[in-house]
């Protein structure tokens, strides 16, 4: 029986070994013109699909982007304050 192996790594079928925690990266991009209200995550943070990372504020109202699939959050490019336009990339997830 093979040896077992560390959190994160997987063997694949050919035996060799895989790190499943190296994901492609995503970028989240901001939906709404607006600013940055509250930032919901730090950098190294892992999150589930859906989990909201940011708060943007627009027009009185607060809109949360939401994390598109599970992923740990590699980079931060906004400031909690800042104004955002849309289409900006936000938060880029691993």
């Not at 063997?11 to 013109?33: C, F, N, W, Y």
């Not at 809109?63 to 598109?68: D, G, K, R, Y």
């Not at 980079?75 to 997830?93: K, S, T």
Request: glycine share 8%.
């Amino acid at each position: 029986m093979p040896a077992a192996l560390p959190p994160g790594l997987m063997r694949r079928r050919d035996g060799e070994e895989k790190d499943e925690t190296l994901m492609p990266e995503t970028t989240v991009r901001s939906e709404i013109a607006g600013s940055v209200w509250k930032i919901e995550v730090a950098v190294g943070d892992a999150v589930a699909a859906e989990d909201p990372l940011i708060i943007l504020e627009s027009m009185k109202m607060e809109i949360p982007l939401l994390a598109p699939r599970a992923g740990v959050v590699r980079r931060i490019l906004v400031a909690e304050g800042e104004p955002i336009a849309e289409g900006d990339v936000a938060v880029i997830l691993g």
